[in-house]
């Protein structure tokens, strides 16, 4: 909306301008000055929130996102932005306004706002968050072993139902605190529905404004703005609620409760924390103190075996020596679990006999209160391969607790050539991924979801005992000074000192460390870095300063002739890069979201890169030409969108992989897919500009996209459009022209199944449907190839076609023969349709919704019917999977379906301003009137309730069941 708005505000600004009358020239160019930066200031601002709203549009709809407390308020300010333009906009035409607006403080002010909210914008990192978080999230659990452990959850089961509001859970490293905290956490979420569980993970290098910062970020609340520690408790007090229940694991010392908020004051709050020291239970305290002690003989070998995933019983011989080696484990579950994962699948007594030898060396034994445990960790992770274990040991890099991306995990392993750098990009992720797979499966990592794994704190002390003297670690939030010289001794081989609060580097510092590696400062508002740090680290191979406030590297960077690696990603202030034509051993280059306004000096001399990316450096306007010519063996390409990439260049890359970046027309596309579709596994083009993220940061694994924005599709006869449905996964058409003929040629066109999952066509004003009746009816009879398209469709999404009719023209003329289930639509999961106003009904034939999960109409004027069911076709229709319906905005829908609704998944019902629709047809089954138990939230907009109250029900027990289940909300929805 702002864009429109905008444009039309300039638009007007720009024509008085041209008529208005100056005294003398300097006067005129100081006024087009003015007008010329409030432009660009609005356009970007204007561009950005097109992105967001976009963004928002897309994961909002199905109801599993939402956005975020800061996202909510900058679009609040756009909004305030737009009413200002709006108000201006009418005095335009006013006497004396163009000089007294921009002469005086109004473009001033608007410009400064402008630009406010343009860099806030710059720091958003993701914009939604997951729904389901604002309870709480269901953690991955493992069985509980032992009559102990159950009596324990079972003892606190009783005190959550009392009014006992604080428990602490105290034993040794490894005995399973955490694992009884996580099946706590589950019960929770499940039993007590209107409880709300935030678990944080505390360790040892903790700090008070971390935590206040986690607790925040559940409760949506934003606390950037406040710096002193007790004005943000009291904020956390008001904003945390009742029913609130706080899980603090691995606790170390004594944390004041009135400094997260004060919880225990407010009503239903529970407290409950996990620790080594009864002590600290007595100090927070804790109503009640449970103890997780040891395993028994026979629990622990039950354990073992449930670990050891047997499919056979063991031989008896070696049942006994697997007895010798559970013992060793002295009842500590992790121990167990660790040891159990190592010997999966071993078979032969000899191996067994050798194993437990190894673990009675009393070389393996630890000074240490927890000896036995280190013991076992220490001899499972001798068991793998060196490859592995240099894998594992790098996770420690890792903050105490930190869960860990594994995308971002194997790209590191890539980087420090942990992995076969000889094979394809893609290879090598199989090969980090399997490394990955194989330390979870030894219980050597832990796997928190299907993105991420974190250490346990033990298995990490025993990686940093391992790696002593070699590697510095220092993952103490907010650490505001780098280690001092003394700490930096020669031996390093490795130093992370991410995720910390280090702002610079003292002037003059130089540490003397000929063996390091591996530098990681990522994470860190660090804006100064002196020539002198790197002058004795000529052996680096990686240097990470990823998201740094770093603007102007220093010129020693260029001496680092051993570097292989260089990440900068995210340094949104760097502009000035040294020369790195020395850096001929350089394979990875990564200066996305910078802003470089020019290719860094002496890069065309890197004729060892495999890694380039630039991608969203809006800076960026031209590269050098010929440049990709220098790098032959590259693999992964990384462009902005809105440079035009020399496709000739890129085509002769014949090791390319990966490339995301624009083109200049749809030509250019056809040929690069013709050229280098069978070779690359990934890639994302924009044509003509475009938004360029896709409503995201495509992921390694991102299926092929392309984004066609504001091209002349009906003047490119003579290309051959097919070629874009080959090899896509996402095809987004956004104000383009031609549409209409292009689709339907596309369609008729394809001569093999199409790969394409997700349709996105926007404002493409000639667009009326997919196919005709006539073109629906003859496919139908001959199962035209039209169809390979169509059925593999997943995803629809239109929006602003101003001449959409329906999916399918005059669906509902009887078709004989009936189509096959699999020919149209069969793949089809979600459908979400907005600002379509001459649509009446939705045209889509009823037997292809089978698959259907999510159902979205918004804001079309005068659709009057969803789903129509032909003559003949039956009195309950049937959508099994279908789990959302949003209904928003329809003036006229006088039908949701002209027959009864059988939804036997459906989650979410969600209407808004529907006042038109008299009956909800929905039917509940032949032997019981209960709704399905798998709806949870009917949510009504505040101002329905009337409406809702007076709908017609099929049996007169609806209404009642399912009011319950109804929420009305004040909050007014729309897409985009």
Same mark, same amino acid.
């Given at each position: 909306m702002l864009k429109q708005i905008t444009d039309s505000?300039?638009?007007?600004?720009?024509?008085?301008?041209?008529?208005?009358?100056?005294?003398?020239?300097?006067?005129?160019?100081?006024?087009?000055?003015?007008?010329?930066?409030?432009?660009?200031?609005?356009?970007?601002?204007?561009?950005?929130?097109?992105?967001?709203?976009?963004?928002?549009?897309?994961?909002?709809?199905?109801?599993?996102?939402?956005?975020?407390?800061?996202?909510?308020?900058?679009?609040?300010?756009?909004?305030?932005?737009?009413?200002?333009?709006?108000?201006?906009?009418?005095?335009?035409?006013?006497?004396?306004?163009?000089?007294?607006?921009?002469?005086?403080?109004?473009?001033?002010?608007?410009?400064?706002?402008?630009?406010?909210?343009?860099?806030?914008?710059?720091?958003?990192?993701?914009?939604?968050?997951?729904?389901?978080?604002?309870?709480?999230?269901?953690?991955?659990?493992?069985?509980?072993?032992?009559?102990?452990?159950?009596?324990?959850?079972?003892?606190?089961?009783?005190?959550?139902?009392?009014?006992?509001?604080?428990?602490?859970?105290?034993?040794?490293?490894?005995?399973?605190?955490?694992?009884?905290?996580?099946?706590?956490?589950?019960?929770?979420?499940?039993?007590?529905?209107?409880?709300?569980?935030?678990?944080?993970?505390?360790?040892?290098?903790?700090?008070?404004?971390?935590?206040?910062?986690?607790?925040?970020?559940?409760?949506?609340?934003?606390?950037?703005?406040?710096?002193?520690?007790?004005?943000?408790?009291?904020?956390?007090?008001?904003?945390?609620?009742n029913n609130f229940i706080l899980i603090l694991d691995d606790v170390w010392e004594k944390i004041y409760k009135e400094k997260l908020g004060d919880l225990l004051r407010l009503e239903g709050c529970r407290l409950i924390l996990t620790t080594r020291s009864s002590e600290v239970c007595c100090q927070m305290g804790c109503q009640e103190k449970v103890e997780v002690k040891k395993l028994h003989a026979n629990e622990a070998w039950d354990l073992f075996k449930q670990i050891l995933e047997q499919d056979i019983a063991l031989a008896p011989e070696i049942e006994e020596i697997a007895k010798n080696m559970v013992k060793v484990c002295d009842g500590l579950p992790l121990g167990t679990i660790v040891l159990a994962g190592s010997m999966r699948g071993e078979t032969s007594i000899r191996v067994w006999r050798n194993e437990l030898e190894k673990l009675r060396d009393p070389n393996m034994v630890q000074d240490d209160m927890e000896d036995e445990v280190f013991k076992v960790l220490k001899y499972s992770l001798h068991r793998l391969d060196l490859n592995h274990q240099l894998?594992?040991?790098?996770?420690?890099?890792?903050?105490?607790?930190?869960?860990?991306?594994?995308?971002?995990?194997?790209?590191?392993?890539?980087?420090?050539?942990?992995?076969?750098?000889?094979?394809?990009?893609?290879?090598?992720?199989?090969?980090?991924?399997?490394?990955?797979?194989?330390?979870?499966?030894?219980?050597?990592?832990?796997?928190?979801?299907?993105?991420?794994?974190?250490?346990?704190?033990?298995?990490?002390?025993?990686?940093?005992?391992?790696?002593?003297?070699?590697?510095?670690?220092?993952?103490?939030?907010?650490?505001?000074?780098?280690?001092?010289?003394?700490?930096?001794?020669?031996?390093?081989?490795?130093?992370?000192?991410?995720n910390n609060n280090m702002i610079e580097i003292p002037d003059g510092m130089s540490p003397d460390c000929p063996k390091l590696t591996t530098l990681i400062l990522s994470h860190n508002p660090l804006k100064f870095i002196p020539d002198s740090f790197f002058s004795k680290l000529g052996n680096l191979c990686l240097l990470d300063l990823s998201n740094t406030d770093i603007e102007k590297l220093p010129n020693s960077l260029s001496n680092l002739e051993n570097l292989k690696a260089l990440n900068l990603r995210g340094c949104r202030h760097l502009v000035d890069i040294p020369d790195l034509g020395k850096l001929k051993k350089l394979r990875e280059l990564d200066l996305s979201h910078?802003?470089?306004?020019?290719?860094?000096?002496?890069?065309?001399?890197?004729?060892?890169?495999?890694?380039?990316?630039?991608?969203?450096? #809006?800076? !960026?306007?031209?590269?050098?030409?010929?440049?990709?010519? *220098? &790098?032959? %063996?590259?693999?992964? /390409?990384? $462009?902005?969108?809105?440079?035009?990439?020399?496709v000739e260049e890129i085509l002769r890359l014949n090791h390319l992989e990966q490339f995301w970046g624009g083109m200049k027309n749809v030509s250019d596309v056809c040929k690069f897919s013709r050229c280098r579709q069978s070779q690359l596994t990934s890639f994302v083009i924009n044509v003509n500009g475009g938004v360029g993220d896709f409503g995201h940061w495509p992921g390694e694994n991102y299926g092929n996209a392309v984004h066609l924005y504001h091209?002349?599709?009906?003047?490119?006869?003579?290309?051959?459009?097919?070629?874009?449905?080959?090899?896509? #996964?996402? !095809?987004?058409?956004?104000?383009?022209?031609?549409?209409? *003929? &292009?689709? %339907?040629?596309?369609? /008729?066109? $394809?001569n093999k199944p199409s790969s394409l999952e997700q349709l996105d066509i926007s404002k493409c004003g000639e667009m009326e449907?997919?196919?005709?009746?006539?073109?629906?009816?003859?496919?139908?009879?001959?199962?035209?190839?039209?169809?390979?398209?169509?059925?593999?469709?997943?995803?629809?999404?239109?929006?602003?076609?101003?001449?959409?009719?329906g999916v399918i023209q005059n669906v509902g003329v009887a078709i004989e023969p009936r189509l096959p289930q699999s020919a149209v639509f069969s793949s089809l999961r979600s459908l979400s349709i907005t600002r379509c106003h001459k649509m009446r009904k939705l045209g889509l034939p009823l037997s292809e919704f089978q698959n259907l999960k999510e159902i979205c109409i918004s804001d079309c004027d005068k659709i009057e019917e969803i789903i129509e069911v032909r003559e003949g076709e039956g009195r309950v229709?049937?959508?099994?999977?279908?789990?959302?319906?949003?209904?928003?905005?329809?003036?006229?829908?006088?039908?949701?379906?002209?027959?009864?609704?059988?939804?036997?998944?459906?989650?979410?019902?969600?209407?808004?301003?529907?006042?038109?629709?008299k009956k909800l047809p929905l039917h509940f089954g032949l032997t019981s009137p209960s709704p399905p138990p798998t709806l949870n939230n009917i949510l009504i907009w505040e101002e329905d309730k009337e409406w809702w109250e007076s709908l017609e029900w099929e049996h007169p027990t609806h209404s009642h069941l399912l009011q319950p289940l109804v929420t009305f909300d004040s909050s007014h929805y729309s897409i985009g």
């Open positions: 505000f300039l638009s007007k600004v720009e024509e008085k301008l041209v008529e208005y009358g100056f005294d003398t020239s300097g006067d005129k160019t100081n006024l087009k000055s003015t007008f010329e930066d409030m432009r660009n200031n609005l356009k970007s601002l204007s561009d950005k929130a097109f992105d967001v709203e976009n963004t928002i549009k897309e994961a909002e709809q199905y109801g599993k996102k939402k956005r975020k407390r800061e996202v909510e308020k900058w679009l609040e300010q756009v909004k305030k932005i737009e009413n200002q333009i709006r108000t201006l906009e009418r005095e335009v035409q006013t006497e004396g306004f163009l000089r007294k607006f921009l002469t005086g403080d109004q473009a001033t002010q608007l410009s400064a706002n402008v630009n406010k909210l343009d860099e806030q914008s710059q720091h958003f990192g993701e914009l939604l968050v997951d729904v389901y978080k604002t309870r709480g999230e269901p953690l991955l659990t493992t069985n509980l072993s032992g009559k102990m452990f159950k009596e324990n959850l079972e003892r606190i089961e009783k005190f959550l139902d009392s009014d006992k509001s604080s428990i602490g859970i105290y034993g040794m490293g490894g005995v399973g605190k955490t694992a009884l905290a996580k099946h706590i956490n589950n019960i929770i979420l499940e039993k007590y529905q209107e409880s709300r569980v935030c678990w944080i993970t505390v360790s040892q290098d903790f700090s008070i404004k971390k935590l206040q910062d986690e607790i925040a970020h559940f409760v949506g609340l934003d606390l950037s703005d406040e710096d002193n520690e007790d004005k943000r408790a009291a904020r956390l007090n008001r904003a945390i609620g894998c594992f040991l790098y996770c420690s890099l890792y903050g105490e607790g930190f869960e860990i991306n594994t995308e971002e995990l194997v790209k590191r392993f890539i980087s420090e050539e942990l992995v076969d750098i000889r094979k394809s990009r893609k290879s090598q992720f199989d090969q980090g991924h399997s490394i990955l797979n194989k330390l979870v499966k030894v219980c050597l990592l832990e796997s928190v979801d299907q993105f991420s794994v974190k250490m346990h704190d033990l298995v990490r002390s025993m990686a940093l005992k391992i790696t002593k003297g070699k590697n510095l670690v220092f993952s103490k939030l907010y650490l505001k000074e780098i280690p001092n010289e003394g700490e930096w001794i020669r031996e390093l081989e490795k130093v992370s000192l991410m910078t802003r470089i306004e020019k290719a860094p000096l002496g890069m065309e001399e890197l004729a060892n890169l495999i890694f380039l990316s630039l991608i969203f450096v #809006k800076s !960026l306007k031209t590269l050098p030409e010929g440049l990709f010519l *220098n &790098f032959p %063996l590259l693999q992964c /390409l990384r $462009l902005p969108y809105q440079i035009e990439a020399p091209c002349d599709l009906k003047n490119e006869e003579e290309e051959d459009f097919s070629m874009l449905f080959h090899d896509k #996964k996402f !095809l987004r058409v956004q104000n383009c022209e031609g549409v209409r *003929n &292009f689709l %339907l040629d596309v369609f /008729l066109k $394809l449907c997919f196919l005709t009746n006539e073109q629906f009816l003859t496919a139908s009879q001959e199962l035209d190839s039209c169809f390979f398209l169509l059925q593999t469709l997943k995803h629809i999404m239109l929006s602003e076609l101003g001449n959409f009719i229709v049937s959508l099994p999977k279908l789990r959302s319906l949003k209904l928003w905005d329809l003036p006229r829908l006088k039908s949701i379906c002209n027959t009864m609704l059988f939804c036997g998944s459906i989650g979410l019902i969600h209407l808004q301003e529907c006042r038109e629709l």
